[in-house]
């Protein structure tokens, strides 16, 4: 058993914040498990739709009464919130997106669109979700740029040394995740924006599978663009984030065109466009859910980001020595450093029958790609079985969900 004493983490304060962990599925007490694809959200955040639609719902930016002034105070809030969450420079490099993947196609319509042409370079890894994939790829169909991938090893970790020699003059843009949702694998953001700017080149991160679990600084990774999502990070679905250099945003053209990103428009004169991050936000935004993001992230700054990357970490080893006992077994995934995330396979077992089986014992994890065709077929596979862990969860809960799939495997041999 893995020792959990020494950390000061009081998990069942943490549950006692979330609602749904008080409920049943067949039978059985919810043991939750899918939270790199989802994570739950506590009642303080919850709490926020009531307050919004119930005192002060109104539109933001444009309107002169109180409700509308309460409204916009508490959206912008949100945003200075996020400014502080990943340590950037000014509260404007931050627009407010649907997810992580609308803030990666926010770069590659606005930013991309503007600079790739024939002759250039993107670098991606065979790490990456689909969400850092296919933007690129529809994109150099249209611009004639070539897209590069970054291969990894048996272990899930990017070669650096593959990098280094992929990386050219030529190169534009390397787009990377942070951590990997498909394996856990944490990737050396730092080391990677270092030797892009070496050559010349930008870098993104996709950092919805970091933002949750480890401190993010993105002057201190040095990286150019940054986005993750609300709703892995303890927080509503349909918002997130793109942290972009503010000399980057203000160069790149509108994205999307409309109300809120305009100065002026007239049909005698040149549209003139609003500036950062208002450029990127047009339309009326999920006001009630940015304004529960910034909730969410209070509470995560209120439990500490170290203490739950810690404490995932022990869940993680305590499921993965626990696992290592059912025969046929195979975790995909053993790098050195690596996030709360456990893939794996078992011989004559599919992963989709594990799945079905195990949520019969209440036990909620994910199966399939994981949007991350690519990098399974590296592996020979097409699909694994995936446990992921969040503050809330227990060494009691990855106990249970072992011994349930120890039964759900010798049903199905």
């Not at 009630?288 to 700054?301: D, F, P, S, T």
């Not at 980001?305 to 869940?315: C, D, F, K, Q, T």
């Not at 794996?344 to 949520?359: K, P, R, T, Y």
């Not at 990098?375 to 990855?398: I, K, W």
């Amino acid at each position: 058993m893995v020792d959990f004493s020494d950390l000061l983490l009081d998990v069942a304060r943490v549950r006692r914040d979330f609602p749904i962990l008080d409920r049943e599925v067949h039978g059985k007490p919810l043991v939750y498990l899918d939270n790199a694809a989802t994570s739950q959200t506590p009642r303080q955040v919850i709490e926020v739709f009531d307050e919004y639609y119930g005192r002060y719902n109104a539109n933001i930016h444009r309107g002169l009464h109180t409700l509308a002034d309460e409204a916009t105070a508490a959206f912008e809030g949100t945003r200075e919130t996020v400014r502080a969450f990943l340590g950037a420079a000014e509260s404007r490099e931050i627009v407010f997106t649907r997810g992580t993947t609308e803030a990666i196609n926010l770069v590659a319509g606005s930013w991309g669109r503007a600079n790739l042409g024939q002759g250039d370079e993107v670098l991606i890894s065979r790490l990456e979700h689909h969400s850092n994939i296919v933007p690129w790829q529809m994109l150099a169909a249209e611009k004639g740029f070539t897209l590069k991938v970054i291969p990894v090893d048996e272990r899930g970790v990017l070669d650096q040394a593959a990098y280094r020699d992929l990386i050219s003059e030529r190169t534009r843009l390397v787009a990377v995740n942070h951590v990997s949702n498909a394996l856990g694998t944490v990737n050396p953001v730092a080391d990677m924006a270092r030797v892009a700017h070496e050559h010349g080149a930008l870098i993104l991160v996709d950092g919805a599978q970091a933002a949750p679990h480890q401190a993010v600084d993105v002057q201190a990774l040095g990286v150019d663009f940054y986005a993750f999502s609300g709703h892995k990070v303890y927080g509503p679905t349909g918002v997130g984030v793109l942290y972009g250099r503010a000399e980057l945003l203000e160069a790149m053209p509108p994205w999307q065109g409309g109300g809120e990103m305009i100065a002026t428009v007239s049909f005698e004169a040149p549209t003139t466009f609003a500036g950062i991050p208002h450029k990127f936000e047009a339309g009326t935004p999920a006001i009630a859910e940015v304004i529960a993001l910034g909730r969410a992230l209070e509470w995560v700054e209120g439990i500490g980001l170290p203490l739950i990357g810690a404490w995932e970490s022990r869940l993680l080893e305590h499921a993965t020595r626990s696992v290592s006992r059912i025969d046929g077994l195979r975790i995909l995934g053993t790098a050195p450093e690596k996030a709360g995330v456990l893939s794996f396979v078992v011989e004559g077992a599919h992963s989709q029958d594990i799945g079905l089986l195990i949520d019969q014992l209440g036990v909620a994890i994910r199966t399939g790609h994981h949007c991350a065709q690519p990098l399974l077929s590296s592996f020979g596979v097409d699909a694994t079985c995936r446990a992921s862990f969040a503050a809330y969860n227990t060494p009691e809960e990855v106990d249970v969900f072992v011994d349930g799939l120890e039964r759900v495997v010798g049903m199905l041999r």
